[in-house]
Nanobody, 130 residues
Framework: QVQLVESGGGSVQAGGSLRLSCVVF????????MGWFRQAPGKEREGVAT???????????FYGDSVKGRFTISQDNAKNTLYLQMNSLKPEDTAMYYC????????????????????RGQGTQVTVSS
């Protein structure tokens, strides 16, 4: 059973940065599609970023329109850890952020799909004040 544990959330002022981490463990085969989605109070879940691994040419990353150019997803296979570097944070980035994982084809490893990935963590809160 794939398990995910997030950390790194907190409170920051607008314009600041945070880095979220997600440790992945308990698997026999490493998921080839991982990502982050978020949910703010009273709003629907929103896919933030995903990363697809396993291709000979290297990993592929994808981003939601609202975070392009500000957020970066990456992973450290040696540490079994997924990261989300968040820069230039805005108050509208305030949400609970969830790490998610699945086994998918590349075309289906999109931020839009991340809220329905098979495995997800408990979430970490990010609060951005103006």
């Amino acid at each position: 059973q794939v398990q995910l544990v997030e950390s790194g959330g907190g409170s920051v002022q607008a314009g600041g940065s945070l880095r979220l981490s997600c440790v992945v463990f308990g698997y026999t085969y490493s998921p080839n599609c991982m990502g982050w989605f978020r949910q703010a109070p009273g709003k629907e879940r929103e896919g933030v970023a995903t990363i697809y691994t396993g291709e000979p040419g290297g990993d592929s990353s994808f981003y939601g329109d609202s975070v392009k150019g500000r957020f970066t997803i990456s992973q450290d296979n040696a540490k079994n850890t997924l990261y989300l570097q968040m820069n230039s944070l805005k108050p509208e980035d305030t949400a609970m952020y969830y790490c998610a994982a699945d086994f998918r084809l590349k075309y289906d490893c999109s931020p839009r799909s991340s809220p329905v990935f098979t495995y997800r963590g408990q979430g970490t809160q990010v609060t951005v004040s103006s």
